[in-house]
């Protein structure tokens, strides 16, 4: 944490000397009326040497893009000092356009699939393989030493071509991926020798087994980050002590279910160093001394700042885990199902926490422990136990959510995921915590109303706005009218993500919005009754997006033709339902900005009007 | 129907199914008795007693529906592509909105206006919502049923080997691109009159009420008063004048009828409401003395 925020101080003072160059060049480019620098004006100004070093320490891709929209030379000297290239939609740009305009490239970042796959609402074949990416960066940066993927696809074939291409490869993150097996992680694992970094969480893997783990060579000691949580089956525990056993710059550990405690235990005691470690199942029965033994090895753990894992938990374990709360700022109980009891007299412990990730078995009553045992709290996530049981019985309400308000002021990242919520309480909380940036609230019956008051939610996410000045990403749900967008079009001047299900009542809504909000990028809409004009509001909009995603509203395929007319810099997907009868309504439909044209490899259930 | 998962083998043969889940299934029914002159009052329910018909003037201000019988209500399949307007409007409902979802609302759902457009759908109707990543769905599967939800201890075993089947299929369901729904399992109490030991059956695992019917024939009636499993097996193979019609329970030529405890706590007939409907309100099951379960009705309450 210390060191990311050391970073944003750096950056900010790299911000900071990159708007006085901004505005002195902006003040060159005045007086000379032309985009062409005059190379003897400038040298007498500002050396190009100095330029370019400061340009080169520059990381964020924001401020990179903004560099080199200034002038010819800054893009030149942006593009050829940039190592690091992110790209949210693997559509939006050919891998031959990126490989031309960087040419030095070490790290890759990118996205593919629009975010409503994870809920299986794109078709399985939709696309976003990696693999053509994995050929053009094989031929123009052979030294490629990193790329994290999400919502991507890629196979065992890619995966073994990537392992093969790059003798410099270092670091492979796979989130939210599908198309790869266990056989792929082997290739990864067996010719990678300078491998720092593989991080396989939350995709779909098909799972044949754990020998890949075994295929680390013997010689092998690079490693440094190493989370395989996702990939259930047994591994060889043996060929992993001796794996973290000799990669003694280890710092990330989290291994999966399979792992007991007692393994745990063995695993720590070689490597103390961790700052991050994500345990296995939590359940064993252990004796006395095996107990001692866990302990033990914990309080030797002086560096763990983030802990995950803990399946199958048993309550009557966590204590071992007090050496190591003390100095927690991550707590991932996502997994773990715990009563409210056992939270409490855990998070007693825990005085550091800065994100905190809970199962609603928790109740309302763990999340008032929360509020009273965790002041520094910036992020919470509480995540349904039981989401398709509709009986009220359990999980947490509007109690536990105004509770922890009231403790945690600091609170600026909240996920919630609740049966029953008012109005009242979302006031009550974004008063107590005004500095939300991330506010994704999902009251899981849909279109559900205040269940008090039985009004609309639209004075809940009108208070948001208004009191959130710094909101940049907002999940609204419950019974809500047009009002609510138009709160969200008049108040959400830096909301760059919203996310809107069951909602709304007429166009009106989503014109709201896509007048209303200017730093809008991603908008994903599913079942609410925008239409054409809606969708035909936002033409000149969807280009300063990333994305638009409208499923199950009221758009016809007459009205994605004519954004795909007026606008041919967008790509206009349309997804259609297997024996859905063509009555002109467009089911699924993706639009998205791009300079690399049509894509060539949809298939045939979408549509690129 | 789709995403229909039979878990335990279907439960269409009494051997296959019993032998799996006859184990868990016992349950020493204590607190919850199933005497019949105790559960009447101790249940507040009026079984019987007279304030039956009182109780089922409905709480939300809803009114009696003519009597609705399975081929008056289609099924209650969610529709294709999520979308929210489920394919299911049945005859007497309200609606006012062509695209609000009308049901007959079981649920105690007044609370939601008529315009709503999903209002009267559960979450686990609809596709993609709510919008949790199927990894972490998957995970939570095998450990959601460590949690006790009506305390019933399932041995270990039988546990993991429920789970595991439960996960492969939830997997399965909600990989598939498109429509299917989620399926586990759906245990519920059934007591008997007479029996003091209650037993679980798993809804899901059967499509039909002749299904459930007979597996509950099987595991009651021709046990007789024994519990042993061994000794029931025995008898059964004896004894097969018995069973010879496979709904006795549902067609009343026997003493003793079929009936459920829905989520508003009163008790109703089995057999009336459309499979899928039934198994979104059903609590509990109870095989009672047909002569307890006079005053009974048969209505669905439809709330406007």
Redesign the interface.
């Known amino acids: 944490m210390e060191s990311s925020k050391l970073k944003r101080e750096k950056d900010s003072q790299i911000s900071d000397e990159l708007n006085e160059l901004r505005m002195e060049s902006s003040e060159l480019k005045k007086a000379r009326d032309s985009p062409i620098s005059d190379e003897s004006y400038r040298r007498s100004s500002f050396p190009d040497e100095v330029l370019e070093r400061v340009i080169s320490l520059l990381n964020s891709h924001r401020d990179r893009s903004s560099v080199s929209l200034v002038c010819k030379d800054w893009y030149n000297m942006e593009r050829w000092s940039r190592t690091h290239v992110f790209i949210g939609n693997c559509y939006s740009v050919s891998p031959e356009i990126v490989a031309q305009r960087f040419p030095k490239i070490r790290s890759v970042t990118l996205k593919g699939k629009p975010r409503f796959s994870d809920f299986n609402l794109v078709p399985q074949n939709w696309g976003a393989d990696v693999h053509a990416w994995l050929v053009v960066f094989a031929a123009k940066y052979p030294f490629l030493e990193e790329l994290r993927l999400k919502r991507m696809t890629i196979s065992d074939a890619s995966l073994e071509f990537l392992a093969s291409s790059f003798p410099n490869f270092k670091a492979l993150s796979l989130l939210s991926c599908d198309g790869f097996s266990t056989n792929g992680l082997a290739a990864i694992a067996t010719h990678c020798k300078n491998l720092t970094e593989l991080d396989i969480h939350e995709n779909d893997i098909d799972d044949k087994g754990g020998g890949w783990l075994s295929c680390f060579p013997e010689s092998f000691t690079s490693l440094e980050v190493l989370n395989f949580a996702n990939v259930t089956s047994d591994i060889n525990f043996d060929a992993l002590e001796r794996l973290t056993g000799r990669c003694k710059s280890m710092r990330v550990l989290k291994v999966n279910r399979s792992i007991s405690l007692e393994q745990l235990q063995r695993l720590l005691a070689n490597a103390p160093h961790l700052t991050e470690l994500g345990t296995g199942s939590f359940s064993q029965e252990l004796t006395p001394h095996q107990y001692e033994d866990l302990e033990s090895v914990f309080n030797n753990c002086k560096n763990i700042h983030t802990l995950s894992g803990l399946w199958e938990v048993k309550g009557l374990y966590l204590p071992a885990l007090y050496p190591v709360s003390t100095h927690l700022t991550f707590l991932n109980l996502s997994y773990a199902v715990l009563q409210s009891d056992e939270l409490a007299k855990l998070l007693v412990h825990c005085p550091q926490l800065r994100r905190l990730w809970v199962l609603d078995t928790v109740d309302d009553k763990g999340l008032e422990a929360v509020g009273s045992n965790c002041p520094l709290l910036e992020e919470l996530r509480v995540f349904p136990a039981d989401p398709f049981d509709e009986e009220i019985v359990h999980g947490v309400t509007e109690a536990g959510f105004v509770a922890v308000s009231y403790g945690c002021p600091r609170l600026h990242y909240v996920l919630y995921f609740c049966r029953q919520m008012t109005n009242a309480a979302v006031t009550t909380v974004v008063q107590n915590c005004p500095n939300f940036t991330h506010f994704r609230l999902c009251i899981m019956t849909p279109g559900q109303p205040d269940y008090l008051t039985n009004e609309p939610m639209d004075e809940a996410f009108g208070a948001v706005v208004k009191t959130c000045r710094k909101l940049r990403r907002l999940s609204v749900s419950g019974y809500l009218t047009d009002l609510t967008f138009e709160h969200i079009g008049r108040y959400a001047k830096n909301l760059e993500t919203l996310s809107v299900a069951f909602a709304g009542s007429s166009d009106w809504g989503m014109q709201c919005v896509l007048a209303g909000c200017p730093k809008l990028r991603k908008l994903e809409i599913r079942d609410c009754p925008f239409g054409n004009a809606a969708l035909l509001s936002g033409l000149e909009k969807y280009e300063s997006m990333r994305s638009l995603w409208m499923s199950a509203c009221n758009v016809t395929m007459n009205g994605c033709r004519l954004l795909a007319r007026e606008m041919p810099r967008l790509n206009v997907e349309v997804m259609k339902e297997e024996g859905s009868d063509d009555d002109g309504r467009a089911d699924k439909v993706y639009v998205y900005r791009s300079i690399a044209g049509r894509r060539r490899d949809a298939p045939s259930s979408v549509l690129t009007l | 129907m789709q995403g229909v998962v039979a878990i335990g083998g279907g439960g269409s043969e009494s051997g296959s199914m019993s032998t799996v889940s006859r184990e868990e299934n016992m349950v020493v029914s204590s607190e919850d008795s199933s005497y019949p002159d105790e559960s009447g009052l101790e249940l507040g329910l009026g079984l019987s007693l007279g304030g039956f018909k009182v109780n089922q003037v409905s709480k939300g201000g809803g009114q009696y529906a003519r009597i609705l019988t399975a081929k008056d209500l289609p099924s209650v399949v969610s529709s ?5 307007s489920s394919s299911l409007s049945p005859s007497s409902s309200s609606s006012s909105s062509s ?1 609000s979802l009308s049901r007959a609302n079981i ?1 105690a759902g007044t ?3 008529a315009d ?4 009267a ?4 109707q ?12 998957n ?2 599967v095998n ?2 049923k ?2 006790a939800t009506e305390g019933f201890n399932a041995t270990e075993e039988n546990h993991k080997s429920e789970t595991s089947m439960v996960e492969k299929n939830t997997i399965g369901s ?5 429509n299917a729904k ?1 399926r ?1 399992s759906l245990f519920v109490k059934v007591n008997m009159d007479g029996i003091p030991i209650g037993r679980k059956v798993d809804l899901n695992a059967h499509e039909s009420y002749e299904k459930l019917a007979k597996t509950l024939e099987d595991m009651f009636l021709k046990t007789n008063t024994s519990v042993n499993p061994v000794v029931s097996r025995a008898r059964e193979h004896g004894l097969m004048n018995q069973i010879t019609r496979p709904s006795k329970l549902l067609d009343g030529s026997s003493d003793f009828v079929l009936t459920y405890e829905d ?1 508003e706590g009163d008790w109703m007939l089995v057999g009336d409401v459309p499979w899928e409907m039934f198994l ?1 309100s059903v609590k509990r099951l109870r095989i009672m003395r047909t002569s307890e379960a006079t005053g009974l009705g048969t209505q669905i309450r439809i709330l406007c």
């Open positions: 294709a592509g999520g979308s929210a695209s649920t609370k939601r206006t709503s457009v999903a209002a759908i559960g979450s686990s609809v596709v993609g919502w709510p919008p949790i990543r199927a990894y972490r769905m995970s939570m450990q959601a460590a949690v909600y990989q598939s691109s498109g989620i586990k989520k979104t």
